[in-house]
């Protein structure tokens, strides 16, 4: 299984991007029972929790995104998106998703996808 992310690059202040990340050679029943998330590492910061969606559907938000960011999920394609709207320089980060399934006893991550906000 892998996760491969797209759809980083460079956007202007106040622009939008729709990050993707797809579970290649995931099976159905793993990708539904897991949970998906998303992380930002800003330059010389730790990696930090940004959304993330749970099996059941229940999302969370960092405060810094709230009402910006959006999670989604499309289990047919095994694929979560991240809709980045409004973004800030201070969104400048590396993008990374997991998807974690306790069921299962998995857990994966993306290798990343670079985000740069251009003020």
């Known amino acids: 299984v892998q996760l491969v992310e797209s759809g980083g690059g460079v956007v202007q202040a106040g622009g939008s991007q729709r990050l993707s990340c797809t579970a290649s050679?995931?099976?159905?029943?793993?990708?539904?029972?897991?949970?998906k998330a998303w992380y930002a590492q800003a330059p010389g910061k730790q990696r930090e929790l940004v959304a993330q969606?749970?099996?059941?559907?229940?999302?969370y938000y960092a405060d810094s995104v709230k009402g910006r960011f959006t999670i989604e999920r499309d289990n047919t394609r095994r694929r979560i998106y991240l809709q980045m709207n409004s973004l800030k320089p201070e969104d400048t980060a590396v993008y990374s998703c997991?998807?974690?399934?306790?069921?299962?006893?998995?857990?994966?991550w993306g290798q990343g996808t670079q985000v740069t906000v251009s003020s």
């Open positions: 050679g995931m099976i159905l029943s793993v990708f539904t029972s897991s949970d």
């Open positions: 997991q998807m974690s399934s306790n069921s299962y006893g998995t857990n994966y």
């Open positions: 969606m749970t099996s059941e559907g229940a999302t």
